[in-house]
């Protein structure tokens, strides 16, 4: 399987002590939340990943990468953990709460989740790590930073994008790209351009180097391929109608909000296909099409602006440090169909749905 192919690159010369934290409750429950929000169970092939990728598998990843980038234990214990307050079917849920640019209210937080699990707190402890050192990835630039930097978390969803739900990259290719990513904690011994902000204040940050087997045009392709990916109206429409959904399931009692947290996606769509209203959820994921809509169209009809993610790696070259469109004259021309993209976010889309599934959605659509 791909899955495991992709996994064993990560897992090389990492650090043997975080082996027992993936065996506690907190980080296996992880293995029931897909990465790609509910993606794995939608009838619209072009968004459909080859094969499921959880978000286990991406915080075992990121935690395993990051100890072979870090000496610190702890560093790579906040990668393990930056997801366990993941819901089942993960950003959907701020389309459920009509929160789709900013991504917020995706999960709970993970001081709160870890302090739930008393086998998990003991082995920080035997370790002498303190809580406070691993729920905050925004401290360690490797793990977590803002736009428009390359952080383990965004490399990783990058390279399993490309490899499992765009269909576009071998798993050779990945390889390639994967031993692309390195870490700078400083920037001694470099020719610095002091008019570049991220290298004037610079705090650390992953960077790309040169690979036999890799151009740096070629991880920035990867980095176009998945963002254009979330900004297609496939992906958009779905992630929207699932929402609604997921809104009209748990006014009727079917499902309550904290199955969200406590079931696997799988789990939570079994007890919606076991239940006398699954009409709804069947409707959607039978879903094929999704088109422009005409203004005759009376279905659910949207227009939803995700999340822009987007990244502008710093590249390795000639004993410095910066940005792709100083070395590179491909930079613009990869640019101009994202910006493409974003532009049609603005445009209203549907898809042929049941008029009593539209009839049951519609009123989901207005509540804020």
């Known amino acids: ?10 897992q090389e010369r990492a650090d043997e002590r975080l082996k027992r934290y993936f065996k506690t409750k907190t980080l296996e429950r992880l293995k ?11 009838g619209i092939k072009r968004i459909r990943p080859i094969e499921y990728y959880s978000r286990y598998d ?21 990668g393990a953990f930056h997801d366990v307050g993941t819901l089942s079917f993960a950003h959907v849920n701020s389309f459920k709460k009509k929160d789709a640019t900013a991504q917020a209210s995706d999960e709970l ?13 003991e082995y920080l402890h035997e370790d002498k790590i303190e809580l406070e050192d691993v729920i905050h990835p925004e401290k360690y630039p490797l793990i977590d930073k803002d736009l428009p930097t390359l952080c383990l978390d965004r490399a990783d969803g990058i390279l399993a994008t490309c ?21 700078f904690d400083n920037l001694d011994g470099m020719v610095v351009d002091n008019f570049n902000h991220r290298l004037k204040d610079f705090t650390g940050e992953m960077a790309l180097v040169e690979h036999p087997n890799a151009e740096f045009e070629d991880f920035f392709k990867a980095i176009n391929i998945y963002s ?23 006014d009727i009692g079917i499902i309550q909000e904290e199955d969200l947290f406590h079931l696997s996606e799988q789990e939570i769509i079994d007890k919606i296909f076991d239940s006398k209203e699954k009409s709804v959820l069947e409707d959607i994921l039978s879903l094929e099409e999704v088109h422009y809509s005409k203004p005759e169209d ?47 976010t603005s445009k209203p889309i549907t898809g042929d749905l049941s008029k009593d599934t539209v009839k049951k959605l519609s009123k989901y659509q207005k509540r804020k």
């Open 298 to 344: 009376k279905g659910i009809v949207v227009v939803t602006k995700p999340k822009i993610r987007q990244s502008n790696p710093l590249c390795f070259n000639q004993m410095s440090l910066c940005e792709i469109n100083d070395i590179s004259g491909e930079f613009y021309q990869e640019l101009n169909p994202l910006f493409k993209d974003i532009c049609l």
């Open 58 to 78: 991406h915080s075992k990843n990121v935690a395993n990468t990051a100890s072979k980038l870090s000496e610190e234990l702890k560093v790579a214990l906040t």
């Open 109 to 121: 937080k993970v001081e709160s989740v870890l302090k739930q699990d008393e086998e998990l707190l």
């Open 228 to 250: 254009k990916l979330q900004l297609t109206k496939e992906d958009r429409y779905f992630m929207e109608l699932l929402g609604l959904a997921l809104n009209y399931y748990e």
């Open 1 to 10: 399987m791909l899955v495991e192919k992709y996994n064993a690159l990560n």
């Open 32 to 42: 029931g939340k897909g990465m790609f929000c509910g993606m794995d169970y939608t």
């Open 163 to 183: 490899l499992f739900w765009a269909h576009t990259h071998s798993i050779e290719e990945i390889e390639a790209l994967y031993n692309m990513l390195a870490y």
